[in-house]
């Protein structure tokens, strides 16, 4: 399995523009996260879905971040308008609860490092 | 508010010798931690797990802690290796029960330096 795949790596963006991030998550998992890292307050959960509906989406900072998985294989992060303290790098992970606790443990993708000018 | 901490940001160690990091937690729900494990340029890696009714789980060369009155889990690493100079993160979570997903709340990270 190739494992959680994001993109862009890097993306730099002016202020004030419009900036998607996307993820593949694996195969078979049925949980997607969204989280930012930041030196301050490290990783942050930010949304996740089960089965493609948003469960959670009480980290995002404010309405200028919205999160959609449209299908099993496919999830997005925007944030528009982006300001430059949006800079952070943001992770996709995924897992499969399976009921069990074990397979709490989360497959995070390398990450997209988010620079805002 | 910050519910799991890790108060140091770096650690250094010679390799060979004992890696201890620490991470301290505020919500007794918690009963369930984790350990991350993240290089540069890659995503977090599980490490080692604990159960809220365990106080030690080992793994090889790691070793997690739990002391649930103290509210703290630590990280022991023996001997530590250049390879393990990475950034470790410590995770928890409450069961959310049944087949529902209890999610992961991290702390900042430590990044820990093994010098040959």
């Known amino acids: 399995d190739a494992g959680v795949i994001q993109s862009p790596r890097h993306e730099v963006t002016e202020m004030g523009q419009e900036v998607t991030l996307r993820c593949k998550p694996i195969s078979g998992h049925d949980y997607l996260f969204w989280y930012r890292q930041t030196m301050m307050r490290g990783l942050e959960l930010l949304i996740y879905?089960?089965?493609?509906?948003?469960?959670?989406d009480s980290g995002m900072p404010e309405d200028r971040f919205s999160a959609k998985m449209p299908n099993a294989s496919f999830s997005t992060l925007k944030i528009q308008p982006s300001e430059p303290r949006d800079s952070a790098v943001y992770f996709c992970a995924s897992t499969d609860r399976g009921g069990q606790r074990s397979t709490d443990t989360q497959y995070f993708g390398p990450g997209t490092r988010l620079t805002v000018l | 508010d910050q519910q799991v901490k890790q108060n140091s940001p770096s650690l250094s160690v010679q390799e060979g010798r004992i890696s201890i990091l620490n991470c301290d937690y505020t919500?007794?729900?918690?009963?369930?931690f984790l350990w991350y494990k993240k290089y540069p340029a890659e995503g977090p890696t599980f490490l080692i797990s604990?159960?809220?009714?365990?106080d030690k789980n080992e793994d090889g060369r790691f070793t997690v802690f739990l002391n649930k009155s103290a509210k703290h889990l630590s990280l022991h690493i023996v001997p530590s290796q250049p390879g393990d100079s990475a950034v470790y993160f410590c995770?928890?979570?409450?069961?959310?029960?049944?087949?529902?997903?209890?999610?992961?709340?991290f702390g900042q990270g430590t990044i820990l330096t093994v010098h040959p």
């Open positions: 919500n007794s729900m918690f009963d369930y």
């Open positions: 995770a928890a979570s409450v069961d959310a029960g049944g087949t529902s997903y209890g999610k992961l709340t």
């Open positions: 604990i159960s809220s009714i365990k």
């Open positions: 879905f089960n089965n493609n509906v948003p469960i959670d």
